[in-house]
């Protein structure tokens, strides 16, 4: 992802200035800033990991090197925080420059499908005037063709549920119980190769019917009569 690097810098308050006026012109001078980059979107392979630079900038070339601590603002983030890590909580700017920068690594998996929020932080420091905090909106991106599940379920919905494993048997999606729905649609990210589907009943009487779409194809369709659950395989391709 390539973003492009323009620091927002709208000075409002006056305090904070040193101004020479004239009739008709101000002129702004020897002003202390620093900021993120703007917000930005961060998307990821939920069957992988990406890594993204995150810059600040100041407004100003310095003549030497300056580190500024960076933080995460707990309150404002929603991001599970074992789903990503940061290379550092300081970003050094080194002399002669205005940019410095740290990298986020963040895991697919671990990013909530409806999407999730990481809010970081510049902390205060003496003297400098800190821009807004940078939010990074992350988000699942599947770089293949999405496996649509799709459950009608009986009368019983809470006691259905599901899993879904690779060749190797790793689980690599679940679900379930659903009390009080009647239906679900579920996208899942999977590569070309084999799986296998587990639809469960915790009753034992069996449960909704249920299809899985590839690419805007069928490719396995049940009806609910299995019991206190059947395995499937499947094919990707």
């Not at 709208?10 to 993120?36: A, G, H, P, R």
């Not at 420091?125 to 940078?134: H, N």
């Not at 699942?140 to 809470?158: A, K, M, R, S």
């Not at 909704?208 to 499947?234: A, H, K, M």
Request: aromatic share 10%; charged share 15%.
């Amino acid at each position: 992802m390539k973003k492009q690097h323009i620091i927002p810098i709208i000075f409002t308050l006056f305090m904070f200035l040193n101004c020479e006026k004239n009739e008709d012109q101000i002129t702004v001078s020897n002003i202390n800033y620093v900021s993120f980059e703007p917000a930005f979107e961060f998307g990821v392979d939920p069957t992988g990991t990406a890594v993204e630079q995150i810059s600040i900038f100041t407004s100003t070339v310095l003549s030497t090197s300056k580190t500024f601590n960076i933080a995460v603002v707990e309150d404002q983030t929603t991001a599970d925080p074992t789903g990503y890590s940061i290379s550092s909580s300081v970003i050094t700017i080194p002399a002669s420059s205005n940019e410095g920068s740290i990298e986020l690594s963040v895991t697919g998996s671990k990013i909530d499908p409806d999407g999730s929020v990481l809010v970081l932080e510049i902390t205060s420091e003496t003297g400098v005037i800190i821009g807004e905090p940078l939010v990074i909106n992350l988000s699942q991106v599947c770089p293949y063709p999405e496996t649509i599940l799709n459950i009608l379920f009986d009368d019983y919905p809470e006691e259905q549920y599901w899993e879904l494993y690779d060749a190797n048997d790793v689980l690599l999606f679940e679900g379930g119980p659903y009390p009080d729905q009647t239906s679900l649609e579920k996208a899942l990210c999977l590569p070309s190769g084999s799986y296998q589907i587990f639809m469960g009943d915790l009753y034992g009487d069996g449960g909704g019917t249920y299809t899985l779409t590839y690419n805007g194809n069928v490719i396995l369709e049940r009806g609910g009569d299995y019991g206190t659950g059947e395995t499937i395989s499947f094919q990707i391709n």
